[in-house]
């Protein structure tokens, strides 16, 4: 006689019922259910929920193994943002079903500019900027508010900012080719609509004809390979200034 071993291969079911279709103040009450079908080893025995696509995952519950399981839990998040809301369900044979994706949009405050950056190469330049025409420049602006799109305008010049997802600021090389003094105007966006212009200050664009800056000051920087960043060189140790003029 032969032995025949049946396998549970099929995967639970899971459904997110509640209607994320607009922006909200605080996190709702997320519900759902699991179904887990098949003929053997059936039954839910974990369910967890992400709010970032599935980077993490946090407890719901651990059932005792029904093969239909309703879900209810509040997502921790508590700061304006979008947020990817997942549920997965985890069979006693460890088979996993992962929900349709939610987009879930905290919003309480309209987003705003709190901070820029501006260098060229490792020269981190402070106001009154002053750039040399057809340089590349790196900017990186900090906002809040759950900001969703950013862009960049100086004079007749517009530019797309894109966010780092390790430091949340937004980044990019930019190049000016007309001179000028213009205003730097940043626009933000987020994840409820609402859109705000700031302006961040002024910029003197001047064509490159190697004269000197009368008064301008220097500040040399060294990158700290322990802590990944750029510190101002000790000019003192070699009988320099640091900055000087």
Request: aromatic share 8%.
């Amino acid at each position: 006689s032969k032995t025949v071993i049946l396998a549970d291969t099929i995967k639970p079911v899971v459904k997110i019922e509640t209607k994320l279709d607009q922006a909200v103040a605080q996190a709702p009450i997320m519900e759902g259910k699991i179904v887990d079908s098949g003929s053997v080893n059936v039954g839910i025995v974990k369910v967890q929920y992400s709010v970032d696509g599935g980077k993490s995952w946090l407890l719901v519950d651990e059932p005792s193994g029904a093969s239909k399981v309703e879900f209810s839990f509040v997502p921790e998040v508590y700061e304006d943002g979008n947020y990817e809301v997942l549920v997965r369900a985890t069979d006693k044979s460890g088979n996993t079903g992962v929900s349709a994706p939610q987009t879930l949009i905290i919003d309480r405050l309209p987003p705003r500019i709190i901070h820029s950056l501006w260098r060229v190469g490792p020269i981190i330049l402070s106001a009154p900027y002053q750039f040399v025409l057809g340089v590349p420049v790196q900017v990186a602006v900090q906002g809040i508010g759950g900001v969703t799109e950013m862009k960049l305008e100086i004079g007749n010049s517009k530019f797309e900012l894109i966010k780092n997802s390790e430091t949340g600021l937004w980044e990019n090389e930019i190049v000016i080719y007309e001179a000028g003094n213009w205003e730097i105007m940043v626009s933000a966006k987020d994840g409820g609509g609402n859109v705000i212009e700031q302006n961040i200050g002024n910029v003197d664009m001047r064509a490159n004809d190697n004269s000197p800056l009368r008064g301008a000051e220097t500040t040399i920087y060294r990158y700290d390979e322990l802590t990944k960043r750029f510190k101002v060189w000790n000019g003192e140790v070699y009988g320099q200034a640091n900055p000087s003029t």
